[in-house]
C-alpha cells in the first residue's frame, strides 16, 4: 500500500509549503498533491479573499525541490485550460522533475470559481464530453506529438500538426490521472484514457462503495477490451488524527461516518478495509499544511504498513 500527501493550497503561505514539503520528502509517503482552485473551495463568499496558491506553480516548485516523490494535482479542472497547453506544461514538469509527475485530471465542478475569473461554467454532460476529448487530445500529444506531429479536429479541440518538444521524461509517456466518482461517464473515460483511476471520497464513501466503483471501472474495461490490471486503483479521502474516540466518533458522524478521523488505530483498521478493496494507494486530504501533523501521520500510520 502507497500512500500520498495532499497538501492544502489555501490558508496558508509558501514558506508553510515549502516546510511541509521537506517533511514529507523525509518520510515514508509516496507522492505529494495538491488541488486546482483559484479561490478556496469551500463555497462561502466571506471566504473568498482568503490566500490561495495556484496548482501548478506549486507543482513546478516542488519538482524543483523534491528528489523522489511523485508529483500531481487532485484534479486539474479541464474547464481552466486548453488540454494542448496543459498537455505542454505536464511534459515541461515532467522533465524538471525527471520523470515524476502525474498528470491529473476532471471534469471540474466549482461553478463560483468560474464566475469569478470569468470562465463559462458548461452544463454536466458538456464538461463530461470536454474532459473526454480533453483526454483523446493529451494522449495524441504524449504519442504522436512525440518526436512528430499531432492532429486533431474535435468539436471543443483543435490541434494543426501540433508538436509536443520536449516530450515526456517518462517512457512511453507520464501517467495520466482521472479523478471523479460518476459510473456512466467518469469512470468510462477512466477505463478508455487513464493509467490511474481516482475516486474521490470528499464525498460520502467507504471502503464498499469504493469497490463498487472499481467494479464498475472494470465493466467498462470489459467492454472496450482493456485490461484493468492497467489501471492503478487510487482513493483520495479526508483525514484527520483525533486520540479523543468520543469526538472523533462525533466528528465522523457529522460527515456521514466514512471519513478517516480517529486515533491512529482506527484509522489504520479502516485503511486495512481500502486495502482488501483492491486499493493501491490511498492520498489524505484536508490535512492543514503544517509539518508536524504530516510527520505523525507518518509515524503513527504509514509505519504501520511497512
Known amino acids: ?13 509558501w514558506d508553510d509549503t515549502l516546510a511541509t514539503m521537506k517533511t514529507v520528502q523525509a518520510g515514508r509517503w509516496h507522492s505529494l498533491w495538491w488541488s486546482d482552485h483559484f479561490l478556496p473551495p469551500v463555497g462561502r463568499a466571506d471566504m473568498e479573499h ?6 501548478w506553480s506549486l507543482l513546478t516548485a516542488a ?33 524538471i522533475s525527471h520523470g515524476r509527475l502525474i498528470l491529473g485530471i476532471g471534469a471540474a465542478w466549482f461553478k463560483r470559481e468560474h464566475e469569478a475569473y470569468g470562465w463559462t461554467f458548461p452544463s454536466l454532460k458538456e464538461r463530461c464530453d470536454r474532459l473526454e476529448e480533453a ?10 506529438g512525440n518526436g512528430g506531429f499531432a492532429d486533431y479536429d474535435g468539436r471543443y479541440y483543435k490541434l494543426d500538426h501540433c508538436p509536443l518538444s520536449p516530450p515526456c521524461y517518462q517512457k ?12 456512466k461517464r467518469t469512470l468510462k473515460s477512466c477505463a478508455k484514457y487513464a493509467d490511474i483511476c481516482n475516486i474521490d471520497f470528499n464525498n ?18 470489459e467492454a472496450i477490451g482493456r485490461d484493468p490490471a492497467e489501471i492503478k486503483k487510487t482513493v483520495l479521502i479526508p483525514m484527520r488524527l483525533e486520540d479523543d474516540e468520543a469526538k472523533a466518533a462525533e466528528l465522523r458522524e457529522r460527515r456521514g461516518g466514512w471519513v478517516l478521523y480517529g486515533p491512529p488505530s482506527y484509522v489504520i483498521d479502516v485503511i486495512g ?13 484536508a490535512v492543514p499544511t503544517r509539518p508536524e501533523y ?9 509505519s504501520a504498513f511497512g
Open 172 to 183: 512511453p509517456h507520464l501517467p495520466i490521472l482521472v479523478g471523479g466518482n460518476g459510473e
Open 50 to 55: 482568503e490566500r490561495a496558491l495556484e496548482g
Open 294 to 302: 504530516f510527520q505523525r501521520i507518518d509515524e503513527d500510520v504509514l
Open 63 to 95: 519538482a524543483a525541490v523534491t528528489e523522489r516523490l511523485q508529483l500531481g494535482l487532485l484534479v486539474t479542472g479541464n474547464t481552466y485550460r486548453n488540454p494542448a497547453l496543459l498537455a505542454k506544461m505536464a511534459a515541461t514538469i515532467d522533465q
Open 135 to 144: 483526454l483523446e487530445v493529451i494522449k495524441l500529444l504524449f504519442t504522436e
Open 204 to 221: 460520502p464513501g467507504g471502503a464498499d462503495v469504493f469497490r463498487h466503483k472499481i467494479n464498475v471501472l472494470e465493466q467498462h474495461c
Open 1 to 13: 500500500m502507497q500512500f500520498g500527501a495532499q497538501l492544502v493550497n489555501y490558508f496558508c503561505e
Open 273 to 285: 478495509g481500502y486495502v482488501d478493496a483492491g486499493c493501491d494507494e490511498m492520498m489524505f486530504s
